[in-house]
């Protein structure tokens, strides 16, 4: 369950300070297969870029599936020897909570679909017939998985293909956070493929973090924003399924890359883009994922039994408008 990144930061890259106390330093790098930029204030001149490629190396390590030599792509060849570390733990518990609370629609194992309609690191299927996407989705479902104490996860059936990518990058940028915490930053900005999280404030202009999500509508090449918030004390992600696809060379079909994952089909449904607000990266990204996956009605059902969670969702209305729904705790976040 890839996505693209459809978040714009509103910010310079060019720093002015006036108060010597109040350095402005940022750092960007290359991070699970897509970009980072982390900017912060600090009264010491820090340098963290090697301890950023640490986090990256350690979390690749642990679940990248581009890598083959990760721990999951191990589990996904069928090694069951594998102890994972802490940081597989974590993502797998917050993805078994998202899963029970999406009500299946959030599903880590829906890999193999992914990857039989090209938008994973496997081989695509060249053929996409109903028998094959059947069998597949048999294997399917995150409840059939088991992580011991001891870190060894065991599959009902060793084919089953687990993926993180919906979740990795939030939880990527969450590590980040603690770390800078560690050494008491308390004003910094940190972006990873579109996915952010804030604490603080923009020091050299006191002022709060402002960001924008893109209009879904704009056409290929340019960049629009259809909303601008404040980002406080808490972290977003954004996710849609308007721009990656692929097009079936038998039969034509267009295939988006957000998975029904229970009915195992690459549908468009007329949810444009999902963006959430939570109290860390990692749960924001989760559910990001989960209400697409869902639908505009069902997502509505489902934020009902959920705390601390705001969401900002376009959708394409019958006569192709768009229009909004969101909650009241993200719209007391929105600016002019």
């Given at each position: 369950?890839?996505?693209?990144?459809?978040?714009?930061?509103?910010?310079?890259?060019?720093?002015?300070?006036?108060?010597?106390?109040?350095?402005?330093?940022?750092?960007?790098?290359?991070?699970?297969?897509?970009?980072?930029?982390?900017?912060?204030?600090?009264?010491?001149?820090?340098?963290?870029?090697?301890?950023?490629?640490?986090?990256?190396?350690?979390?690749?390590?642990?679940?990248?599936t581009?890598?083959?030599?990760?721990?999951?792509?191990?589990?996904?060849?069928?090694?069951?020897?594998?102890?994972?570390?802490?940081?597989?733990?974590?993502?797998?518990?917050?993805?078994?909570?998202?899963?029970?609370?999406?009500?299946?629609?959030?599903?880590?194992?829906?890999?193999?679909?992914?990857?039989?309609?090209?938008f994973?690191?496997?081989?695509?299927?060249?053929?996409?017939?109903?028998?094959?996407?059947?069998?597949?989705?048999?294997?399917?479902?995150?409840?059939?998985?088991?992580?011991?104490?001891?870190?060894?996860?065991?599959?009902?059936?060793?084919?089953?293909?687990?993926?993180?990518?919906?979740?990795?990058?939030?939880?990527?940028?969450?590590?980040?956070?603690?770390?800078?915490?560690?050494?008491?930053?308390?004003?910094?900005?940190?972006?990873?493929?579109?996915?952010?999280?804030?604490?603080?404030?923009?020091?050299?202009?006191?002022?709060?973090?402002?960001?924008?999500?893109?209009?879904p509508?704009?056409?290929?090449?340019?960049?629009r924003?259809?909303?601008?918030?404040?980002?406080?004390?808490?972290?977003?992600?954004?996710?849609?399924?308007?721009?990656?696809?692929?097009?079936?060379?038998?039969?034509?079909?267009?295939?988006?890359?957000?998975?029904?994952?229970?009915?195992?089909?690459?549908?468009?449904?007329?949810?444009?883009?999902?963006?959430?607000?939570?109290?860390?990266?990692?749960?924001?990204?989760g559910?990001?994922?989960?209400?697409?996956a869902?639908?505009?009605?069902r997502a509505?059902?489902?934020?009902?039994?959920?705390?601390?969670?705001?969401?900002?969702m376009?959708?394409?209305?019958?006569?192709?408008?768009?229009?909004?729904?969101?909650?009241?705790?993200?719209?007391?976040?929105?600016?002019?």
């Amino acid at each position: 369950m890839r996505r693209i990144g459809i978040l714009f930061i509103l910010i310079s890259l060019n720093f002015s300070c006036s108060d010597e106390n109040r350095t402005a330093q940022q750092f960007q790098g290359e991070a699970l297969g897509t970009t980072y930029a982390v900017q912060f204030f600090s009264q010491e001149d820090l340098h963290f870029e090697n301890a950023m490629d640490s986090i990256i190396d350690e979390i690749n390590t642990s679940m990248s599936t581009y890598s083959t030599k990760s721990d999951i792509s191990r589990i996904n060849r069928g090694d069951s020897t594998v102890k994972v570390d802490e940081h597989f733990k974590k993502v797998f518990r917050a993805s078994e909570r998202i899963y029970r609370e999406s009500n299946g629609f959030f599903d880590p194992t829906v890999g193999v679909l992914v990857n039989a309609y090209g938008f994973g690191p496997g081989k695509a299927l060249k053929k996409l017939d109903s028998i094959r996407l059947d069998s597949l989705n048999g294997l399917v479902g995150f409840d059939k998985l088991n992580l011991s104490e001891d870190g060894t996860l065991s599959k009902e059936n060793p084919a089953i293909y687990l993926d993180f990518n919906a979740i990795a990058k939030g939880y990527a940028i969450d590590v980040i956070a603690e770390y800078l915490e560690a050494y008491n930053i308390e004003n910094y900005l940190i972006e990873l493929g579109g996915e952010l999280r804030a604490k603080g404030r923009k020091l050299n202009s006191d002022s709060e973090w402002i960001v924008g999500i893109d209009d879904p509508m704009q056409a290929g090449g340019s960049r629009r924003l259809y909303a601008k918030l404040k980002l406080e004390n808490s972290a977003m992600a954004t996710s849609g399924n308007y721009r990656k696809f692929r097009v079936d060379s038998t039969t034509g079909q267009r295939y988006v890359h957000t998975i029904n994952p229970i009915s195992g089909k690459a549908e468009k449904n007329n949810l444009l883009s999902v963006s959430v607000l939570a109290e860390n990266c990692m749960l924001a990204d989760g559910y990001a994922t989960a209400f697409m996956a869902l639908g505009l009605e069902r997502a509505k059902e489902v934020l009902e039994d959920l705390n601390g969670v705001d969401v900002y969702m376009l959708y394409s209305d019958d006569g192709g408008e768009v229009n909004v729904y969101s909650t009241p705790g993200f719209e007391n976040q929105l600016v002019e």
